[in-house]
């Protein structure tokens, strides 16, 4: 008997209240999109108070596993057995549920006088099953303890562990919790746009914003001929990582040199001409937030972690917008930064070498780290804003990135 089915279990959207069915609904399109490649019509999920239950039909349950693992809202799924809530075939399906899970392990019980500690879980959801929780687990193991030898209970630290749940008339029997990402499905909190770099931080602060159920639109700053081919490909890469969550990513590229230059022309002080550049990058942002119904900005700033993320700078950089910027990495160290750039698997893209758009124009000066908003205004007052912007805004070219594009 193999399992070619998943019950999915997720936490937070249960305290929803009302809104639970938009929860639902949300998690459930999104485990269907991310699926999706395993072969169209073939996969169906139902809803049962509380669990998802996704039946695979014949599309591969390793990579079904693999694309779950991704879903945001995803608390943890099991593959289980699916049976009618009968006693005998709890037993029989528990027992090969077992015997999976000891070939799993490579557990060859009887052999050399190998032990394995195990315990067994009931949960009765649907109280029409004649026999208490606490009764049929006891039953169940000692059913396991006849029929298995070299078994041993241990309810409190088991090396496996057979669980069945009863609902609806069935009963579902798994013996692997695998872990989702957790957080809450993507789409639920609106949308953002994603200052995407090349770096290190901005795809993690992405990541975070996206497992809070943000939907990310990146938008990258390009220096063309300054900064080539190569670092926007280096962006669309992460994009395609990003991408895995969310089945696609939409991806505005705006050509930042011309806005470069002028601010290097003008008459802005050298030490703010960074700030400077940042206040363009949000004043775009907010322009592109608008057209896209964004209601925040994401950037991965760290406070300290440079000159420019001093709070002074964050904000004379904040001042030009009234969204609210999110910067999930704000208090995290860098190496914790680093720790969740690999976690997210973005971490070996960042770390190659690209030019970025920033440290082109850099200044020869070290950078004001305590700017005066007055002293800001006057480093800006020669510059055409609004044009600079319009011209920007008319010049951003739009594509979609999915994972395997
Ligand atoms: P990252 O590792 O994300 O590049 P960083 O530590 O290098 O961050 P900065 O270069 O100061 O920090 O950039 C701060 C934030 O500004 C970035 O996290 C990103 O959100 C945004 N940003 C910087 N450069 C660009 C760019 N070329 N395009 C889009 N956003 C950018
Ligand atoms: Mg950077």
């Known amino acids: 008997m193999h399992s070619n089915m998943f019950l999915i279990r997720y936490q937070e959207i249960g305290i929803k209240g009302r809104n639970r069915y938009l929860f639902e609904n949300k998690i459930n399109s999104n485990i269907k999109k991310a699926l999706y490649p395993l072969g169209k019509g073939k996969i169906k999920i139902t809803n049962m108070r509380g669990r998802i239950l996704v039946a695979l039909g014949d599309a591969e349950p390793s990579k079904a596993a ?16 699916k049976i009618v809530a009968e006693e005998e075939a709890i037993y029989q399906s528990s027992e090969a549920v077992m015997r999976q899970a000891l070939e799993r392990k490579g557990i060859k019980l009887g052999e050399n006088d190998n032990v394995l500690t195990f315990r067994t879980n009931v ?6 099953f004649p026999i208490r929780s606490m009764d049929m687990a006891a039953r169940l193991g000692s059913y396991l303890l006849d029929n298995i030898p070299g078994l041993k209970v241990d309810l409190h630290n088991p090396d496996l562990s057979v669980s069945v749940d009863i609902r609806d008339g069935n009963a579902y029997v798994f013996s692997e919790k695998l872990p989702g990402p957790g957080g809450l499905p993507l789409g639920t909190s609106g949308k953002g746009i994603l200052l995407l770099s090349g ?11 996206m497992k809070r159920g943000v939907e990310i639109e990146a938008l990258h700053f390009h220096s063309f001929p300054f900064t080539g081919e190569k670092s926007k490909e280096k962006v669309k890469d992460l994009c395609r990582v990003l991408a895995r969550h969310n089945n696609r990513i939409k991806l505005h590229i705006a050509h930042f040199t011309d806005i470069q230059k002028s601010i290097q022309k003008s008459s802005c002080p050298e030490d703010f001409r960074i700030t400077v550049m940042r206040r363009f990058m949000f004043r775009i942002a907010e322009r592109l937030a608008a057209k896209n119904n964004a209601l925040a900005l994401v950037t991965g700033e760290s406070v300290g972690q440079v000159s420019s993320q001093t709070l002074e700078n964050m904000t004379a950089i904040n001042e030009v917008t009234k969204l609210p910027v999110l910067r999930p990495v704000v208090a995290f160290d860098k190496n914790e930064i680093v720790e969740m750039a690999q976690k997210i698997e973005t971490y070996d893209i960042s770390i190659q070498p690209y030019e970025d758009c920033c440290t082109l124009f850099l200044p020869k000066v070290p950078i004001t780290t305590k700017p005066s908003l007055d002293k800001i205004h006057k480093a800006e007052e020669s510059l055409d804003i609004d044009e600079m912007v319009n011209d920007a805004m008319e010049k951003i070219e739009t594509i979609y990135i999915t994972s395997n594009s």
């Open 66 to 81: 693999e694309y779950l693992s991704r879903v945001f809202g995803i608390a943890t799924f099991s593959p289980v057995i």
């Open 199 to 209: 770096g290190i931080d901005s795809p993690v602060a992405g990541w975070m914003c």
């Open 123 to 128: 949960k009765r959801a649907d109280k029409t």
